[in-house]
C-alpha cells in the first residue's frame, strides 16, 4: 500500500518538475513573441501584414498553453515574471522582453492578466492596441485599462490589481550580500590580471570571462544594488574599481541593446581591460590629487596603445581578446577621433568601444580621478556628456545611457522640498523625477537610522504632503563632507 503511494507521489512530483520545465520554454517563446508583437503595433495598424506575421503566432502559442495548462496567466512580483506558478528566468535570449513587460505592468498598476480558453484574435489584437495607446499619466491606470478592456468587450481576458512587494527583508540582505561579493571579486580579478600584465605574464582569460559571467548572472538579479555599488567612488584602489565600474554600466547598456550572450561576455571582458595599459604608467601619477601638466598628459595619453601591447603580449589572439585590444585602442578616440591617440584615417569606432566610451567618461568624471580632480555629480556628469554629445560620444547610445540612469541617477545626493536629504537608490521607470530615496538627513543633522521613501509612490498620493516631497536639486556630497559609501554598504 504504501508503496503504491510512495510511486503516486513520485509520479507526480515527476509530473510537477516536467510540467515546470515545460512553462519555463514556453513562458520564453511566449514573452518574446508577445513582446514582438507589442512593439509591431506601436508601428503598425492591426490590418498591416507585419503585424498580422506577430500576432498569428502569437495566437498559436497563447492555444498550445491555455490547451495543456487549462489557463494563462502573466503576472509580477518582487521583481519576477511569473507564467502561471512558474517564474520565467531572466535570461539572454529573453531579457529584453521581460524587462519590456515588467515595466509594462508596473506601468500600469497590474499585478496579473489571465487568458481564458476562447480567446481569439480580435479580443487580443484589441488588447494589445489598448496596451500600446495606453496613456499612462492618467490618474488611475488600472481603473482606466480595466474599462477599456470592458469597453472592447474582451470577455476572455481577466485583469488583477498590482499588490504590493512582499520581498522580505532577509532575501533583499542575501541578495545584497552576493552582490557585494560578486562586484568585489571582479575588482580582485582586475587587480590580479594588471599585475600580471604589468610583469607581461600570461593572463588566465577563463578566470576574467567566468567573473564577468558571474556580474552578468548576478546583475540580471538584482540590477540597483549593482548601480548602487558602482555609485560609490570612494576606494582606495580606484583604478580596479572604475574598471568594475565600467563593465557594470557597459553590461546595463549591452543587456538593454538586446546583446546576445556571447556578445555580453566580450564586452564585459573588454570593460574590465579597458585601461590595462595604466599599470605601466607610475603610480604617483595615476593618483596625483591635483591636475596634469602637460607632460603628464603626454604620458596618461599613451595607455590606450600600451594597453594594446600588453594585451597582446599576455592574452591569447581569440575573437574575444581582438575586441578588447580594438577597445583598449579606441576608448578615448572620440566619435569625431578628435581625442587620442591620433590617427591618419578615418574610421567608425566598434560598437563595444562607443558603448564602453561612454561608461568609462561617466564613472571618470563622478569618481573625480582622472579628468577632473573633483568629483561632479551624477546629473551635472550627464549634463556635461549630453553637451558635448557630437564630438564625444555616439549620441544614441548616449541618450540611450542617460534613459537607462534617469534624471537623478543611483548614488546622487538630493535635496527635497522639505528639507531633508536623501540618497538615491532606485529609479522609477515611469516617472524618472520621482525616484526611491533612502533619507539620511534632516535639517536637524544626520540620521541615527535611514528610511526609505517612494517619491513616485507620494507623488501618486492624494495626501497634502505630495508638495512637500520633491527633489528640489541635486546636492555635492564633497560640501557636505559626507561619504556616501557608509549609507550603502
Ligand atoms: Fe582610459
Ligand atoms: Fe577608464
Known amino acids: 500500500m504504501n508503496n503504491i503511494a510512495e510511486q503516486v507521489e513520485k509520479e507526480t512530483r515527476q509530473e510537477n518538475k516536467e510540467n515546470f520545465i515545460y512553462l519555463l520554454g514556453k513562458g520564453k517563446e511566449l514573452v518574446n513573441i508577445f513582446y514582438s508583437t507589442l512593439k509591431t503595433a506601436f508601428l503598425y495598424e492591426p490590418n498591416n501584414d507585419a503585424f498580422l506575421k506577430q500576432i498569428n503566432p502569437l495566437m498559436s502559442i497563447i492555444e498550445i498553453i491555455i490547451r495543456q495548462e487549462e489557463e494563462l496567466s502573466l503576472s509580477t512580483k518582487d521583481g519576477y515574471l511569473f507564467l502561471n506558478q512558474a517564474r520565467l528566468r531572466f535570461d539572454f535570449e529573453s531579457y529584453v522582453a521581460i524587462r519590456f513587460i515588467m515595466e509594462l505592468f508596473q506601468k500600469l498598476k497590474l499585478y496579473k492578466f489571465s487568458l481564458e480558453s476562447g480567446i481569439d484574435q480580435e479580443e487580443m489584437q484589441n488588447f494589445i492596441y489598448i496596451l500600446v495607446q495606453f496613456d499612462s499619466n492618467v490618474d488611475d491606470p488600472y481603473t482606466s485599462l480595466e474599462n477599456k478592456v470592458y469597453e472592447n468587450n474582451i470577455k476572455h481576458l481577466h485583469l ?72 560609490l567612488k570612494n576606494y582606495d584602489e580606484y583604478t580596479y574599481v572604475h574598471s568594475a565600474n565600467v563593465c557594470i554600466y557597459s553590461l546595463f547598456m549591452g543587456l538593454r541593446l538586446g546583446l546576445s550572450k556571447r556578445e555580453l561576455s566580450e564586452l564585459g571582458v573588454a570593460s574590465l581591460f579597458h585601461d590595462i595599459g595604466k599599470v605601466k604608467l607610475p603610480l604617483e601619477l595615476l593618483n596625483k590629487p591635483t591636475s596634469f601638466n602637460e607632460s603628464e598628459w603626454v604620458k596618461m595619453r599613451k595607455h590606450p596603445v600600451i594597453g594594446v601591447k600588453n594585451l597582446l603580449t599576455s592574452l591569447k589572439l581569440e575573437p574575444s581578446s581582438i575586441r578588447a585590444i580594438m577597445v583598449s585602442f ?29 561608461a568609462d567618461a561617466y564613472d571618470a568624471m563622478t569618481s573625480g580621478r582622472v579628468y577632473s580632480k573633483t568629483p561632479i555629480p551624477p546629473d551635472e556628469a550627464l549634463k556635461r556628456m549630453f553637451y558635448s554629445r557630437d564630438k564625444m560620444h555616439d549620441s544614441v547610445l548616449l541618450k540611450f545611457f542617460i534613459n537607462m540612469l534617469g534624471v537623478y541617477p543611483v548614488g546622487s545626493l538630493v535635496l527635497l522640498s522639505d528639507g531633508k536629504m536623501g540618497l538615491v537608490i532606485k529609479n522609477n521607470p515611469e516617472n524618472l523625477t520621482s525616484p526611491q530615496v533612502k533619507i539620511i538627513a534632516d535639517p536637524q543633522g544626520l540620521k541615527d537610522s535611514y528610511q526609505s521613501v517612494d517619491l513616485n509612490k507620494i507623488s501618486q498620493s492624494s495626501e497634502e504632503d505630495v508638495e512637500s516631497c520633491k527633489i528640489v536639486k541635486c546636492l555635492d556630497p564633497q560640501k557636505y563632507n559626507l561619504d556616501l559609501s557608509q549609507f550603502i554598504l
Open 160 to 231: 488583477e490589481k498590482e499588490i504590493p512587494s512582499s520581498e522580505s527583508h532577509q532575501i533583499l540582505l542575501d541578495k545584497r550580500k552576493l552582490a557585494k561579493k560578486t562586484f568585489f571579486k571582479a575588482i580582485s580579478v582586475v587587480k590580479e590580471t594588471s599585475q600580471k600584465a604589468m610583469s607581461n605574464k600570461e593572463i588566465n582569460f577563463v578566470k576574467v570571462k567566468r567573473v564577468v559571467q558571474s556580474l552578468v548572472d548576478q546583475i540580471l538579479q538584482n540590477e540597483e544594488i549593482f548601480l548602487e555599488l558602482s555609485s
Open 330 to 358: 579606441e576608448h578615448h578616440l572620440n566619435i569625431d577621433l578628435t581625442g587620442y591617440p591620433q590617427l591618419k584615417d578615418n574610421r567608425e569606432l566598434n560598437l563595444y568601444s562607443r558603448i564602453i566610451s561612454i
